[in-house]
């Protein structure tokens, strides 16, 4: 028995013009802020992250990002200590992301529900490249 026909033939030539990996809704509890109430307490930031990389065949993990990766990189930060400002903690995770070679681009956006009243959730988002 043979597997279904692909809709297009296997000659045809196909070029790899990106490949994107996300996750979204990433929630962790994070020594976060410079305020005087926001010392010495934990807060939800919620992180969403869009890698861009080098485009080509994925057969292989190697050839992409896990996942957990991501969320490994964002909850190291957290391990590390207090961050004062949101934007510090999205540039240092899109740094940590960008240490993966196939990585080309990065964008980390982060919310801080809570942080202000009023408001569903104020925050930043930060867009690295290689240079």
Known sequence: MSAAP???SASDAVHHEALS???RGLTVQAGI??????QNRLQSLVIDVTLTLTPGPVERLGDTINYETVAAAARAIVDEGHVGLVETFAQRLALSCLREAHVQRCVVRIEKPGALEG???????VVLTRG
């Open 6 to 8: 692909l809709p297009f």
């Open 21 to 23: 990996v996300f996750v």
């Open 33 to 38: 802020g410079i305020h005087d109430h926001e």
């Open 119 to 125: 408001v569903i959730a104020p925050g930043c988002e």
